[in-house]
Structures are given as C-alpha cells and as structure tokens.
C-alpha cells in the first residue's frame, strides 16, 4: 500500500517549502527528493518543523526503496520533532506513514498500535486514510472480513473530503479482500472503478497498479493469457514511471503464483528463489515470508517435497514472528502437503497403521485451522487427502465427512479448484460404492480442465496445465484397471493423454513480433558460435561472450513471454475415443497402448479379433534395461566397423533388446499382424521400438502420441511435392540429399548457404514430403527452443509452429528429433511431436544422436520403399532390416528411428 499522508499546514520558512517540495517528489522523482530532502537536514540553519517534513519524506523515501529498517528510525525521529513543535496532526499522519513501514518489517502490532496513537488526533478524510491503513493490516494479517468493514467506514470519509486519490486506493484494496473472500465480481468492479479515477487524475502510477490488479484477478480466475498479457503491460507502465522496487517485486511475486497456476515450475522457483533474496537483504519481512512460502509451492510443484518442507517452515515461522497467523496455516497447508502420502492405498506397500491414523488426524486438523482463517480452497485440498487416507485405512465415516466437504465447491473458483471438487466428489462416490457416479464425477472434473486447457494457445502452456487433471486421471485409470475390462481400460487412459494436440486455429497475433525475435536470435547464436572459437584468454573477450549470452538469454524470454499471450481455440477440446472406428482403421494389425499406475506397467492390445489387458510387470525394472539398451545403441554407434569392441557392444545390445522384447513384446501375444501402433508411455516414449527383435521382425510400427490422435489423423495424403534439405556444413548430409534426389525426377533441393530458415518455411509450407538431414539440437530445459541447424543459424520449434502450412511426411535426418520432454497427462514437447501438433501426419526421426555418416543409406532405403508406396512406418521397417546386413554402427543407428505419428499409405512418390 502507498502512503497517502501529506502535511497539513502550508510550510511557511524557505527550509520549509524546500522540505515540502522534496516530500512531494518522493514518488515521482526520487532520486531528487533524496538529494533534496538530505540538504534541508544538513542546513543548520533549518527549523524543527523543517527537519519534520524533511524526516517524514525521507523514511517515506527509505521504505519505498526496500530500506525497511533504515527508515524505522528516521519515523521516529520525525515523530519526535513532531511532539516537539506541538503538531498533534501531523504527528498523527507520520505515524500512519510509520504504520506502514512497521508492517512491512512484519510488525503488525506495532503497525496497529501506531494508528491507534494517532485517530484521535484526525477526523475527515485523514481519519479515513487511516482507516484505510488498518485495513490493510488487517488484510495481511488474514483477518479478511474485518479489513473490508474499515474500508467500507473509510470509503464515505474520503468522499466527502474529496480525496480521490485515496478512494482509489482504498477501491484497490478492498478488490484484493474481495477476491480473497471469493467475491471476483466485486473485485473487478472495485480494480475497474480505481483504475478510472487514476485516470481522471492523471495519476499513471496508481492507474498502473489497478491493471496489476486486474491481471491479477485474471489469473485468479484461470484466465492466463489475459493475465500474462496485463502483467506484461503493468510491467511496461511501472518501468517506465521509474516505479519503486517494492511495486515491481509485488509484480514478480503475483506473476510467480500465476507460473505456479500454469505449471511452470521452474521459472516460478528460480523468481520465488530471487524474491527471497532480495527480501532478506531489504529487512521486508511481509516480503520475504510470502516469498519462502512461494518457493515452497514452486519445489512441491517440481518433487522437492524435502526441500518444499523446509520452505514451508521458514515463512511460517517468519509469519508467526510478525503476528499473521493465517498466512502461517496456509505455509503449515504447503508443509502438510509435502509431508503427506498421497499414494492410493491400494498401490503403496504395506505401511504401518497406526502412521497413517496418525497422519490422518493431522491432515484434519490442519483443514480446520485453514478453514477457521479463510483459505477455503486449500482446506478442500487438505479434505480431499484426508478422505483418501481414510478410505485406504476403513474409516468411510470420516472419508464421507470430508470428501462431501471438500466436493461442495465444484462450480466455484477457478478450473483447478473445481476440477479438486469434482475429485473430492468422485471419491466420494467410490467410498459409496457408486462407481458410475464416480466415473461420472471424473468426467466432469476433466472437461473443466479441458475447457481451461483450450483456452489457451500456446501449447507449452496446453501442456504443463494438464497436470491439473493428472489425479483425476490416474483415478479414473485404478477404477478401470479393477473393473479388468480393456476397453474401460483404453478409454480412461485415452481420456487424458496427449490432449494439448487437439486440433485448433492458431492464433497468428504475435507472429511478426516473434519473428523478428527469433531472426535476432538466430544472428546473435552465430556471434556466440564465432565468439566461442576465438582465443578466450582475453578479459574483454570474455566479458563480450558473457554480454552475448544474456542477450540470447532476454531474447529467449522475450519469445516465450510473446508466445505465451496466444489465444486459444475453445472448440479445441480433446476429443472421446470411438473403439470401433478404431478397428476399422487398425484394419489387420494390432494397437498397443501402455499404462502405467505406480510402478506397474500394463498394455491394453485391440487386435483384429479380440481386446486383452496385460501386466508387464514393474516399471522400475523396465526403465533399467530401456537404459541398457540406450546405452548399448550408443556404444555400437561410437565404435567404427572392425573395432576390436565392436563384437562385444554387438552382443550387449542383442542381449538388452532380446530382454525388453521378452519383457514388454512378447507377452502381449499380437501374433503375426501387418502392423503394430504402438501409443508409449512415461519413459517409453524414448524408447527405440525399431531394436527390438519382435517388432523389427514385424517391419511395420508405427509410434503414436495417442490412439484418439492416430484415429483422428489417419486420412490419405493429399500431394507428392518433395522438399530435400540439407544442412550446412556437414559433407555427409550433403551426400544424403544428393542421393535421395537421384531417385526422383524434381525435387526442390536446397543446400549449403540457400538452406535458411526462411527459405526451409517458405518451401516447407510448399510440399507434401520433407526430408530434412541437419544437426539437430534437443534443449531439456525448454523444449520449444530445441531446433534444426540451417545455413544462417538454429530452425526452432518456435519457428515451425509459425509457418504458413506443413508436410503430410517429415523425415528429420537429425540427432534427437524425434526425442521429446514429457509431462503429465504424457503430453510431449519436441520438435517431433510439435510438427505433429501442427498437422504434419507422420514424422521419421531418431530418438537419440546418430552419426552423420550413418545416415545415409538408411535415407536411401527408406525413400526406395516410400517410392514404391509403402506407409512411413513400412518404409522404415524395410530400411531398419536393410541396415541389418550393413553391420552394427548402421544397424544401431537405423535402430534409433522412429516412425511417429500415423501410418496411412503415402503416393506413388515416384509420379515426380
């Protein structure tokens, strides 16, 4: 809250007008206040009542830097001077500014009793800005209800003394304990209402917080683009008004809880982590428990439950220590969820009892305690967990209490809050035995995410949200997996899988602006390049690396923020999986779509004439031999033909692929079929399906985000037009494109310096069928940066997803192209996956890095039996079995490929 106290009385020495005037640039020229208020202090001729003023402005000053505790002492030095002049009503209006600085440093006692001090010496419309004051102490106390009675008292004052300025303040506030209370409409009117009298008053700074406010109240509401969009804008105003640091971390630490909201995680801790920082060394201790607080939320988000705990505990000790006993239950609330075994009970091994009884009640209790200060939504959380537990332990008493609690809510709050509703509600059915209910009530939960979820358009953020529904899905997925039925089975998987593909009109608002970033970044990637070839030993060559590096870095922010503004398409929702046209389209060959509930894998088959529902065992002794085989794969590639190492990484990888064929193949049973669609899985989603011994047997597999998706796109190809592309620098590349174009009479080739970003989109958008042999680069920690290597610099994610129009076949001859990060809901982020997004029907790419020079005849096979008008997925097959007789570096590299997407025969490429 800004102070709104200014002196009463005209000043009437030149020391006194020269104090008043810096006290009036405080906030909007602070560095001359500064300047100027210390000269009136050091000019010994000044009067008492000069150094008043000049105190006042200077603790004024001092707290709207972050110098919590410098300016404790300067406030009490004014007041003093006030005492000391017998000016009872300013000494009044310091200690309301006083108030405010006490707050901050987490004294609300001391906060209150100042304002208690000074109201009987106001009336009017001071009387009401202090008011206003305790209300907002009030508010950051948790006591909600009764800041919104003193606003309400204080309103009337200011109006009738005209205090506009303070009426729209107080009509900020008040929005913010609105939306705490649950009331978004009153708040928006509130936000609305103060942000016009900002601007009738030309008061930009002010106008400034209320579309913060409003951003905010966006966020609240789960609308992220809008909030993301006004955040940006009050971020822009607050710049540019050279705003205090405290305005801007309020910013921060409400677009922190907004990454939280989106699932972004990790960029929610690392500003929540800086928050702190700058908190501690300020001495803002109201600052510095809600950015602990915030930190723990972020390392919950991301599994550091130890670390999550120990957060949790430092803001509510700091939150205990400066008298806000509501903000210390909702950190208790974060450290409850950190302590608690969420696992379903019937997954966890045996667990002792009297533990759980134990974590039970405390998990009560601490719903109580939230509920009693305010924080309904999160006491429904803490319900919610409860009534789990209690069903796991018999206790269907206690699981009906509070799941019937916690469900109360499903059409209020934002999406994440109701869909946790409709999970207290379907838990609630289960404990009822109602299982129809209870698959009911998952359904629900789910379209309130998937509505949510469409309203996005940046699919990074279509992807992380749709860890909101992941609980949801996973008890929908253990309701299935009991019933022992494979099409309950598939349907719940396909429920929540892949669903940030749906299809949607993308929004193009952003386009140029982006464009011209990635253009900038792309020039600034070669400086880098250039810069980190050159001799290094140099103190300003190193200082110019580091110049470069924080440039890409802004700019890679930059485009992420502009992305992330897209609106979404609602009509986008994921679609329901139809089983029949599914067969239909499956024809003769098999589908296999894994599942996975705690350590147990289990794969639903629909083959031509039956469903079957298999355990494959534990997913932990899975994922050990997928690693072997990983590892395998790469030796036999780092090892040229004839090495003395070769015939033993040879057998290492014939006994890791016969092990995982013999673990997640051969126990399904498909049988001879023409084909295999396979839709993987957590960490099989890297898996090199092609290695293994039945599957290349099979010459025809094709890997699919999901069996909802593959039957959504299985449609015929629409043209023949090939584009080859090949990238620069790399001779082996430039063979390949060379080699494939000898088969076919026109292609459109470019290579060497005609091979740019630009001239790849233009043709891209251009042709059927791509073949694309570059560098390729997989960037684990932001998936949309991962690229091509093109003549003029990296071809990203971010680059495809603006073009005018995609292939119907993508062959992406690059090192981890066909790689992706998966998430929750396994949804995938890679530059595979992502031209899937963008309609492309199928794409071949390695999941690993393969070398450049054993590329090239697996290129050549693969487009000899696209030629002859075998589907992708066959095409590949055939050229996975021709690299067999090649010898093990080509056999491991053609092993690496995937056929991802759908499988539907392409033309006679031949025709060219």
Request: charged share 25%; hydrophobic share 45%.
């Amino acid at each position: 809250m800004t102070d709104l106290s200014t002196p009463s009385h005209p000043p009437a020495t030149d020391a006194e007008r020269r104090a008043r005037s810096a006290f009036d640039l405080v906030h909007s020229d602070p560095s001359r206040a500064g300047h100027d208020l210390r000269e009136v202090l050091a000019d010994p001729s000044s009067s008492e009542r000069a150094h008043m003023l000049a105190q006042w402005g200077l603790g004024r000053l001092l707290h709207d830097q972050g110098a919590i505790a410098d300016a404790g002492p300067v406030y009490a030095e004014a007041v003093r001077l006030a005492d000391a002049v017998a000016e009872p009503v300013e000494e009044a209006l310091i200690r309301v500014s006083w108030s405010l600085c006490l707050q901050a440093a987490g004294d609300s006692e001391g906060a209150l009793a100042q304002l208690d001090l000074a109201e009987p010496a106001l009336d009017g419309a001071p009387l009401g800005r202090l008011l206003m004051q305790r209300g907002f102490v009030f508010m950051f106390s948790g006591a909600v209800d009764a800041a919104v009675d003193e606003y309400d008292e204080a309103l009337p004052l200011l109006r009738a003394g005209g205090d506009r300025l303070a009426q729209a303040r107080l009509l900020g506030n008040r929005g913010i304990a609105r939306l705490q209370l649950g009331d978004s409409t009153g708040a928006r009117h509130d936000f609305i209402a103060a942000q016009r009298i900002a601007d009738e008053l030309g008061q930009h700074l002010l106008s400034a917080v209320a579309l913060h406010n409003l951003g905010y109240l966006s966020g609240r509401l789960g609308q992220l683009p809008e909030a993301l969009r006004t955040f940006d804008l009050a971020r822009e105003r607050y710049s540019s008004l050279g705003s205090p640091g405290r305005l801007l971390a309020a910013l921060d630490t409400d677009q922190c809880e907004l990454h939280l909201a989106a699932g972004l995680a990790a960029e929610a801790r690392d500003v929540a982590a800086r928050l702190v920082n700058d908190a501690d060394r300020a001495g803002n201790q109201l600052q510095l428990a809600e950015s602990h607080l915030l930190l723990a939320r972020a390392q919950l988000l991301l599994g550091d439950r130890a670390t999550a705990l120990d957060e949790s505990r430092r803001a509510a000790d700091v939150f205990r220590t400066t008298g806000r006993p509501a903000w210390a239950a909702l950190a208790t609330y974060v450290g409850v969820l950190a302590t608690a075994d969420d696992t379903p009970t019937d997954e966890a091994p045996a667990a002792d009892r009297r533990s759980r009884s134990r974590q039970l009640s405390s998990l009560r209790r601490a719903a109580a305690t939230l509920e009693q200060v305010g924080w309904v939504t999160e006491a429904a959380e803490v319900r919610v967990l409860a009534g789990r537990l209690a069903i796991g332990l018999g206790r269907l008493d206690i699981a009906r209490e509070e799941l019937a609690t916690a469900a109360r809510r499903r059409h209020r709050g934002s999406p994440t809050q109701r869909a946790e509703a409709w999970h207290a509600s379907a838990l609630l059915n289960v404990a009822d035995g109602d299982l129809a209910a209870a698959k009911r009530a998952i359904s629900n939960g789910l379209r309130v995410i998937d509505r949510h979820r469409a309203t996005l358009g940046a699919r990074e953020l279509r992807v992380r949200v749709s860890a909101h529904g992941e609980t949801l899905a996973r008890l929908g997925l253990r309701l299935a997996l009991r019933s022992g039925r494979p099409p309950d089975v598939l349907a719940a998987a396909e429920r929540w899988r892949a669903g940030a593909l749906a299809p949607r009109s993308p929004d193009r608002s952003a386009d140029e602006d982006v464009a011209t970033d990635l253009a900038e970044l792309r020039r600034l990637d070669g400086v880098m390049r250039v810069a980190v070839l050159e001799d290094a030993t140099s103190g300003d060559h190193r200082a110019e690396v580091t110049r470069t590096k924080g440039s890409i870095e802004a700019l890679e922010r930059s485009i992420t923020r502009r992305t992330r503004l897209a609106i979404g398409d609602p009509r986008a929702v994921s679609g329901r999986l139809d089983v029949r046209q599914l067969r239909r389209q499956l024809g003769p060959r098999a589908l296999v779509e894994f599942v996975q509930t705690g350590d147990s894998l289990h794969a639903v088959v629909v083959t031509p004439r039956r469903s079957s529902l298999v355990d494959l065992g534990s997913v932990g002794v899975i994922g050990q031999a997928h690693d072997h085989l990983l590892f395998a794969i790469r030796r036999l590639m780092s090892l040229p033909d004839g090495h003395p190492l070769a015939e033993a990484a040879m057998r290492s990888f014939e006994v890791s692929r016969q092990e995982l064929d013999d673990r997640l193949v051969v126990p399904l049973g498909v049988g001879p079929v023409a084909g295999v669609v396979i839709v993987p899985t957590g960490r099989l989603h890297s898996m090199p399906w092609g290695a293994l011994n039945t599957l290349q047997r099979c010459r025809d597999v094709t890997i699919t985000p999901s069996a909802t998706w593959w039957v959504r796109q299985a449609e015929e190809p629409p043209g023949r037009r090939l584009l080859l592309v090949g990238g620069a620098g790399l001779p082996a590349a430039e063979r390949e494109i060379a080699a494939v174009g000898e088969m076919y009479p026109s292609p459109r080739t470019l290579t060497g310096d005609d091979a740019t970003c630009d001239a790849v989109l233009a043709s891209i958008a251009e042709a059927d069928v791509a073949h694309l042999a570059t560098h390729g680069t997989f960037r684990a920690d932001n998936p949309m940066f991962s690229s091509l290597e093109l003549a003029d610099g990296p071809l990203m994610i971010h680059d495809l997803e603006h073009a005018a129009a995609v292939p119907w076949l993508v062959v992406l001859a690059a090192c981890h192209a066909g790689r992706s990060g998966w998430y929750a809901g396994d949804e995938l982020l890679g530059t595979a996956t992502s031209l899937l997004s963008l309609g492309v029907g199928s794409v071949i790419a390695p999941v690993l890095a393969v070398p450049d020079d054993s590329v090239g005849r697996l290129a050549v096979d693969l487009h000899r039996a696209l030629r002859a008008g075998a589907p992708p997925s066959a095409a590949l097959g055939s050229a996975v079995a021709a690299a067999a007789d090649a010898g093990p570096k080509a056999l491991a590299a053609a092993a690496a490929f995937q056929c991802i997407g759908t499988d539907v025969s392409s033309p006679a490429l031949d025709a060219l």
